[in-house]
């Protein structure tokens, strides 16, 4: 039931910005499901990950930044985000910027992801920092680092410190993104309001529109809205 809504949402999300939702792209559609929808669909993540690159696909985009890196292998529970935009960007030819604080994770995801490693740049370093001083414009964007406690009040010191931190790395991307930007926050489908509690509010004044919220929540930019650049 799940997979048939969320095409019917698709659709109807492509009727309004494209010029026909036939237009899906029949190819990507096949792969991505052949390879992800088993594993994805483990933790909600499926639908999310599917609409962000098809929108990516179809604004042209060259560029993803991801923070927050795959740090085992076949945990699909944890998203395998790094596989899965890696495999991506090699198919696609577009370029993936990995960024992780911690260097064993780094080290960790290199080896999982060795097949694509020609496509991806792996930068060990604070995700704020690396935002602030990055040179490119983001196509897509992908929040994903500080564990956040999903059973932890909201009161809690790790869930507010998750919050705070993926504010600020949305803060320090504003000025880095694309005409066409997409955002993806992962760990957002918590009763304490997850990761992405302070951004979806941040997103929402800066006149972006949420698309889907499940285990993830996409953002795209709300047509005949501009953003102010931070």
Not at 136 to 161: F, H, N, V
Not at 167 to 182: F, G
Not at 207 to 229: A, C, D, P, T
Request: hydrophobic residues 35%.
């Amino acid at each position: 039931m799940k997979l048939k809504f969320l095409f019917s949402f698709k659709e109807e999300f492509y009727e309004i910005n494209h010029s026909s939702s036939s237009d899906m792209n029949i190819e990507f559609d096949t792969w991505f499901k052949k390879h992800y929808l088993s594993g994805l669909a483990q933790s909600n993540r499926f639908e999310t990950m599917y609409i962000a690159l098809d929108l990516f696909l179809k604004n042209n985009g060259k560029v993803i930044v991801e923070t927050g890196v795959t740090r085992k292998a076949d945990h699909w529970l944890d998203g395998m985000s790094t596989i899965v935009f890696g495999s991506f960007s090699k198919k696609y030819h577009c370029q993936l910027h990995a960024v992780d604080v911690n260097p064993e994770s780094i080290q960790v995801c290199k080896s999982l992801t060795n097949e694509c490693k020609e496509y991806i740049s792996y930068h060990t370093s604070d995700s704020v920092v690396f935002l602030q001083n990055f040179k490119q414009k983001i196509d897509l964007l992908y929040l994903d680092s500080m564990d956040c406690p999903g059973d932890d009040a909201i009161t809690s010191e790790q869930l507010i410190q998750s919050q705070q931190h993926q504010l600020a790395e949305m803060t320090a991307s504003m000025n880095k993104l694309s005409d066409d930007p997409i955002i993806l926050l992962d760990d957002n489908d918590y009763q304490n309001g997850g990761k992405t509690r302070l951004t979806k509010f941040f997103l929402e004044q800066q006149g972006f529109q949420e698309i889907m919220s499940w285990k993830q929540s996409l953002w795209v930019l709300h047509r005949g809205l501009k953003y102010n650049h931070l």
